[in-house]
């Protein structure tokens, strides 16, 4: 079997870094007084699977654990700011830039 897609997710501070590590949420809520929220990454798609709709899916899945399994109400990611292809599917699923998060600057 080929592998088609692919996607983590943990509790993470919200501080926008980048996580470093894996978390299993339930044990790093124990172990941290920050304030937590779902992050999502290592979120891909192989490139014979994209354009179906499965990034899609795979996306509405995180979303669905992070609502009804977690009872968060936000999902936090990073992209690449100038990898226009994934700017737009984020966009297109209602993710917006947070700019007080943005390490590099708007792409010019």
């Excluded at 980048?18 to 192989?46: I, R």
Aim: charged residues 15%; hydrophobic residues 45%; negative net charge.
């Amino acid at each position: 079997a080929a592998f088609a897609a692919a996607a983590e997710l943990a509790l993470r501070p919200i501080d926008g870094q980048p996580p470093n590590e894996f978390a299993v949420p339930p044990l790093f809520a124990l172990h941290s007084s920050q304030e937590l929220g779902a992050y999502l990454f290592n979120f891909v798609v192989a490139s014979e699977y994209r354009r179906q709709g499965l990034g899609s899916r795979l996306l509405h899945a995180c979303e669905t654990i992070v609502v009804k399994e977690w009872n968060l109400e936000a999902l936090y990611l990073h992209a690449n700011i100038y990898d226009t292809a994934a700017m737009a599917f984020y966009r297109g699923a209602g993710f917006t830039p947070l700019p007080q998060y943005d390490m590099f600057g708007a792409p010019s």
